[in-house]
Nanobody, 126 residues
Framework: QVQLAESGGGLVQPGGSLRVSCVAS????????LGWFRQAPGREREFVVA????????NYGDSARGRFAISRDRAKNTVYLQMNALKPEDTAVYYC???????????????????WGQGTQVTVSS
């Protein structure tokens, strides 16, 4: 059993930066996949980025590529999402998720993840 808790969301101006965190409790295998998704009001949940816990693979969604970066601190069981050059359209609730394995080409799919956090709100507005 894995429990996830996101934090670090808030209000940021367009062009600004923000880092959100996700702390995982329970045993995290090096083969696990960690993902970030987001959901804006009235829209479906959208894939942001995923990485293997051992760092061997990382995939970015189109909206994140070039502006966002995922990292992890294995000693703290924590994964971070650094978001730069934020835009109003990045406003959403950001969720972290854990899946039991890395499946090539499929980690953008919600069904690959078994555990989800409660989300943290990120608002980009002037």
């Amino acid at each position: 059993q894995v429990q996830l808790a996101e934090s670090g969301g808030g209000l940021v101006q367009p062009g600004g930066s923000l880092r959100v965190s996700c702390v995982a409790s329970g045993r995290i295998s090096s083969d696990y996949a960690l993902g970030w998704f987001r959901q804006a009001p009235g829209r479906e949940r959208e894939f942001v980025v995923a990485t293997r816990w051992n760092g061997a693979s990382t995939n970015y969604g189109d909206s994140a590529r070039g502006r966002f970066a995922i990292s992890r601190d294995r000693a703290k069981n924590t994964v971070y999402l650094q978001m730069n050059a934020l835009k109003p359209e990045d406003t959403a609730v950001y969720y972290c998720a854990v899946g039991p394995r890395w499946v090539v080409g499929r980690m953008s799919l919600e069904g690959q993840y078994d555990y989800w956090g409660q989300g943290t709100q990120v608002t980009v507005s002037s």
